[in-house]
């Protein structure tokens, strides 16, 4: 078994899990007391999160690199960086250590050629819907991406930040985040990429029958895949 390093706290709330998940599909696909090989660095978010809003990406990049250089120098094998926003950097982090990065966006792309889906609405913060780094990967596989309006897409990241990040789930944006996404499927959208990990706190499956895309569980699958090769 290969030993997978994880960079969380961005939150802390979905990077549990994250760990939870992974134990569990080792388990599955191991049976008896089996569980992950893993080396968690967890960040300081409030140190990240005003970078972020500031555009001050070189900042949160010189933070995760040390990250991962602290990930290969304890043995890790590979990276898996839990959180969607944050692969905005993905390319500095693979530049600075010498093993390989699980990239969140192409685990989910894998997910959406599986089920033959060729256009997706895409749900997470401001930086992930309206900037190329996510988006572009995607398309890059040859799936469409939509997003919502950009009332929207603030209502959308004003959750994430002032409520999911801090553990708090509330009924009524549980409520306009089903509403978001019936409507994007009414405007074509063949399934919703939860492109957050934050996310899959508040809405799951049983939610709605337009087929979602939990990016966590995708890629914490990826990872128990990459774990056991």
Not at 2 to 12: A, F, L
Not at 121 to 128: E, H, M, P, Q
Request: aromatic share 6%.
């Amino acid at each position: 078994m290969k030993t997978i390093g994880v960079i969380g706290g961005m939150s802390w709330e979905s990077t549990q899990t994250y760990y939870r998940l992974i134990n569990q599909k080792i388990r599955e696909q191991l049976g008896g007391l089996h569980s992950a090989k893993l080396i968690l660095y967890s960040v300081d978010f409030a140190g990240i999160e005003p970078l972020q809003h500031a555009g001050d990406w070189d900042g949160t990049a010189e933070i995760l690199t040390e990250a991962a250089q602290a990930l290969e120098t304890a043995g890790a094998d590979f990276i898996v960086l839990a959180t969607n926003t944050m692969h905005k950097v993905a390319p500095e982090i693979e530049l600075a250590v010498n093993i390989p990065l699980l990239h969140i966006a192409d685990a989910t792309a894998a997910a959406l050629q599986a089920d033959g889906i060729t256009t997706v609405a895409l749900l997470g913060t401001k930086f992930t819907m309206e900037q190329d780094f996510y988006r572009q990967r995607l398309e890059d596989h040859g799936i469409c991406v939509v997003v919502p309006s950009a009332a929207q897409r603030n209502r959308v990241h004003e959750i994430i930040f002032n409520e999911l990040c801090l553990g708090k789930i509330e009924a009524n944006s549980k409520a306009d985040y089903l509403e978001i996404i019936q409507e994007m499927a009414e405007f074509g959208a063949e399934g919703v990429v939860l492109g957050c990990t934050e996310i899959s706190l508040l809405i799951n499956q049983l939610d709605t029958t337009i087929k979602l895309y939990d990016t966590t569980a995708i890629h914490a699958a990826s990872a128990v895949a990459s774990a056991l090769k």
